[in-house]
């Protein structure tokens, strides 16, 4: 109801404020009453009560202290103040009729529409979607690949946001791109840019047998909530926001700007009435090797997108718009510090957040490393879903439409990507494996994966993103079947290649992480890779240490092979983690 409340504000043009105040958010008002809700919170007197602005009015008030302040604004924000990026329909227009790409400042600004050019890389466009949860009908997935075929390359990438992106898309095509998907209902306004990127939650939400909480309505519900606030689109830098139910698939929400994970609270004096509640962590940036930090918030579902609402709001109003590399919201906390942060957000909420010990909080057991890959049984009786594997993400659209078909034959029509870059068909009836596993294989792409393989994660690399010092997907697939066909393992082993600093691919995450960079051998510039161990996630979250650097591409196969040799003849016992 939720969704459809949402859904019909949006399509109608509807005052969603309103519609969300309608919403049985959480009974305001008493003490701290046995429900959990905090007095207050939620409905009456908070950020969802504020008057309409226009999207450039919050970020202009934002930039105009700055400038009070006596200091410049880096180049981005001034292009923001002199363009709207969300107006920039006439002159897309114009570029696809003659032929030309964005130049100059306006290559950042058609990222807010989902448009990337990604010259010298490729004189092409990508094209990044939305996809709240991860969570696609087949018959949108079918019109998402013939977007592929008419308007891009013939494929599409999963990312490692649970999302899709389009590439080799030209200059006329970009538009075509954009109006297609919205006839497909996909809406991708703000998917780049300073914007709020595609919200994730676990990807078994609704079918798992151990989750503690459903997390797609939450993303759905967040998804829409920023949609139909257009002043959220204001934000310095980019923000990524996760939800993880606890189940059997992580949804890596502590790598988030924002993350809610479940968490089961059992009563004792100093903690909030017993129960499942949604534990805030803040100011996860890996690629700046730092995860999101609990806050001793617990919030219940419904009350997590109002508190993701007034976070947003803060970092708008006062996140840096000096410096970009310090305009993520770490810098913030950073600054601020996690009280006087909290106290921000509660100003804008209107009401107390519920704070607990972090003691008392039972966190859920570790996802299964193997969930994301092959048969699993779900929480309805009789039903499974399968995990598919593609290589380093990426499928051609004839596989797009034959997991299209999978997925409407054997299961109920719904395909869900993981932040794993994979995905999973879900509902298939035990009876119908091993059809389902025939028609997986019959289209080039496989259920079962070796364990190198389960845990490749790759970015774009340098056949698609112009940072990129070598091409990380097509040394993903060459480094797993090396390792194939050298040594035997008895556990996942993540391994994350990642073309730049950036780190897309979370490098710092991995059992192994790869970040390539250019390295002399001879006379020669060649493609290579630093070489990080022990990352980790979750409780057993850890930030890789370099161990190598500056290792050329054909030297490292070996180097790895001989790195888990090692880990299998030293570790203490099966499945001991690398982080360290
Ligand atoms: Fe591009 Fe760097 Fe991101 Fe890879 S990590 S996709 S090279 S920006």
């Given at each position: 109801?939720?969704?459809?409340?949402?859904?019909?504000?949006?399509?109608?043009?509807?005052?969603?404020?309103?519609?969300?105040?309608?919403?049985?958010?959480?009974?305001?008002?008493?003490?701290?009453?046995?429900?959990?809700?905090?007095?207050?919170?939620g409905v009456g007197g908070t950020a969802l009560d504020?008057?309409?602005?226009?999207?450039?009015?919050?970020?202009?008030?934002?930039?105009?202290?700055?400038?009070?302040?006596?200091?410049?604004?880096?180049?981005?924000?001034?292009?923001?103040?002199?363009?709207?990026?969300?107006?920039?329909?006439d002159e897309m227009r114009a570029n696809a009729t003659s032929d030309s790409f964005p130049r100059g400042t306006d290559v950042f600004l058609y990222k807010f529409s989902g448009l990337f050019h990604v010259a010298p890389a490729q004189d092409s466009f990508m094209c990044r979607l939305r996809i709240p949860g991860g969570v696609v009908p087949s018959w949108q997935f079918r019109g998402i690949a013939d977007l592929a075929d008419r308007h891009g390359g013939g494929f599409a990438d999963v990312t490692t946001r649970a999302n899709l992106q389009l590439r080799e898309i030209g200059p006329r095509d970009g538009i075509h791109v954009l109006t297609g998907l919205a006839d497909l209902g996909v809406i991708n306004r703000g998917a780049?840019?300073?914007?709020?990127?595609?919200?994730?939650?676990?990807?078994?939400?609704?079918?798992?047998?151990?989750?503690?909480?459903?997390?797609?309505?939450?993303?759905?519900?967040?998804?829409?909530?920023?949609?139909?606030?257009?002043?959220?689109?204001?934000?310095?830098?980019?923000?990524?926001?996760?939800?993880?139910?606890?189940?059997?698939?992580?949804?890596?929400?502590?790598?988030?700007?924002?993350?809610?994970?479940?968490?089961?609270?059992?009563?004792?004096?100093?903690?909030?009435?017993?129960?499942?509640?949604?534990?805030?962590?803040?100011?996860?940036?890996?690629?700046?090797?730092?995860?999101?930090?609990?806050?001793?918030?617990?919030?219940?579902?419904?009350?997590?997108?109002?508190?993701?609402?007034?976070i947003i709001r803060v970092f708008i109003k006062n996140g840096d718009r000096t410096d970009r590399k310090k305009?993520?919201?770490?810098?913030?906390?950073?600054?601020?510090?996690?009280?006087?942060?909290?106290?921000?957000?509660?100003?804008?909420?209107?009401?107390?957040?519920?704070?607990?010990?972090?003691?008392?909080?039972?966190?859920?057991?570790?996802?299964?490393?193997?969930?994301?890959?092959?048969?699993?049984?779900?929480?309805?009786?009789?039903?499974s879903y399968v995990g598919v594997v593609l290589p380093a993400g990426r499928m051609t659209t004839g596989q797009m439409r034959g997991l299209a078909e999978v997925a409407e034959r054997f299961g109920s029509g719904t395909i869900r990507l993981t932040v794993w870059q994979n995905l999973l068909i879900s509902d298939i009836a035990e009876a119908d494996h091993p059809e389902v596993k025939a028609a997986i294989q019959a289209i080039g792409l496989d259920w079962d994966a070796s364990a190198p393989r389960a845990g490749l994660v790759a970015c774009t690399g340098n056949a698609g993103c112009r940072y990129a010092a070598a091409d990380t997907?097509?040394?993903?697939?060459?480094?797993?079947?090396?390792?194939?066909?050298?040594?035997?393992?008895?556990?996942?082993?993540?391994?994350?290649?990642?073309?730049?600093?950036?780190?897309?691919?979370?490098?710092?995450?991995?059992?192994?992480?790869l970040e390539a960079t250019k390295v002399e051998v001879g006379e020669e510039m060649v493609e290579g890779y630093h070489l990080c161990i022990g990352g980790g996630w979750g409780e057993e979250r850890g930030i890789g240490r370099r161990l190598l650097d500056s290792v050329p591409f054909d030297d490292l196969p070996p180097i790895v092979e001989r790195l888990l040799r090692h880990y299998l003849e030293h570790r203490s016992h099966p499945g001991e983690s690398f982080a360290c």
């Open positions: 109801d939720v969704q459809k409340h949402f859904l019909q504000g949006f399509v109608m043009g509807a005052d969603v404020s309103r519609a969300v105040r309608s919403l049985p958010i959480v009974s305001g008002g008493g003490a701290h009453d046995r429900s959990g809700a905090m007095p207050g919170f504020a008057p309409p602005s226009r999207p450039d009015r919050v970020h202009r008030e934002a930039q105009d202290r700055v400038l009070a302040s006596g200091k410049a604004l880096c180049k981005e924000e001034q292009a923001k103040r002199e363009k709207d990026p969300f107006s920039l329909w780049g840019g300073d914007n709020v990127r595609n919200i994730t939650s676990s990807p078994t939400s609704g079918i798992d047998p151990v989750e503690l909480v459903e997390t797609l309505p939450l993303a759905k519900e967040l998804h829409h909530h920023i949609l139909n606030h257009p002043e959220l689109h204001g934000l310095p830098r980019k923000f990524n926001i996760a939800f993880d139910g606890g189940g059997k698939v992580a949804s890596l929400e502590d790598t988030n700007d924002v993350g809610f994970l479940a968490v089961r609270v059992d009563e004792r004096p100093d903690s909030p009435p017993s129960g499942v509640y949604l534990r805030l962590a803040l100011g996860g940036i890996t690629g700046h090797e730092e995860f999101a930090r609990p806050t001793g918030v617990l919030l219940l579902p419904e009350e997590c997108v109002p508190v993701a609402s007034a305009a993520r919201l770490k810098y913030l906390l950073d600054d601020w510090g996690f009280d006087r942060f909290l106290s921000e957000v509660e100003s804008e909420l209107g009401s107390r957040l519920r704070r607990a010990p972090l003691g008392c909080c039972s966190i859920p057991p570790p996802a299964d490393r193997w969930g994301h890959v092959g048969f699993h049984r779900q929480k309805q009786d009789g039903r997907k097509g040394h993903a697939m060459a480094l797993a079947r090396y390792l194939e066909d050298g040594v035997t393992l008895d556990q996942p082993i993540n391994i994350h290649l990642t073309g730049c600093h950036h780190s897309c691919a979370q490098h710092y995450i991995g059992d192994i992480g």
